[in-house]
């Protein structure tokens, strides 16, 4: 699949990164929903300090089927974010948003991913410029949710897809970068 043509910067609009969570920003423990068990990726901290000192917003944007499925309440998955925020220990809140997609896989999409209906929602709540604005994620529907929108996409290959499985999905020219914070780096 490819991603739509980038829309033209508006004038004085801000550029922002739109995060997954889990196998991102955390180490993806399967619908972590104890605080206790939040550990950061290596890197993540300072990726989102260069990241800030570049002038970017950052966006937390998570599917949490766990809470759609009944297994935790959504107070749970705020109490997840919470901790990784003082792990990460910049300034708080860290992120200017945070969509917490809660539906299970086979109820109604609102705002789950691979949907872009958070980041366009967003972008014009913002003034975000599209073209200076990513989505980062470890997973195929981060960064389908990222081309749906119109915006810049990453994938990330030290979680659950590696360089080989990501060129399975055929997204043209994706950028992969090895780590959260290389791909900060690669920031302007």
Not at 70 to 94: C, D, K, Q, S, W
Not at 96 to 112: F, K, S
Not at 144 to 151: E, H, R, S, V
Not at 172 to 179: H, I, P, Y
Request: hydrophobic share 45%; net charge negative.
């Amino acid at each position: 699949m490819s991603a739509p043509a980038p829309r033209a910067p508006t004038p004085g609009a801000g550029k922002a990164l739109f995060l997954d969570r889990d196998g991102t920003l955390i180490i993806d423990k399967h619908y972590l929903s104890d605080p206790a068990g939040v550990e950061l990726l290596p890197g993540v901290a300072e990726g989102l300090r260069s990241a800030l000192a570049k002038g970017y917003k950052l966006f937390l944007f998570s599917n949490q089927a766990g809470v759609g499925r009944g297994y935790f309440p959504v107070e749970a998955a705020h109490a997840v974010n919470a901790r990784m925020e003082e792990l990460i220990g910049l300034r708080r809140p860290l992120f200017d948003g945070i969509c917490l997609a809660t539906e299970a896989p086979d109820q109604p999409v609102v705002y789950r991913k691979p949907c872009p209906r958070f980041i366009l929602e967003t972008i014009e709540r913002h003034q975000l410029s599209p073209d200076a604005s990513w989505m980062v994620g470890d997973r195929e529907i981060d960064v389908q949710a990222g081309l749906n929108a119109g915006i810049r996409a990453a994938g990330l290959t030290y979680g659950k897809l590696h360089r080989e499985a990501w060129a399975a999905f055929g997204f043209k020219d994706l950028a992969l970068f090895d780590s959260f914070s290389t791909f900060c780096d690669s920031l302007p």
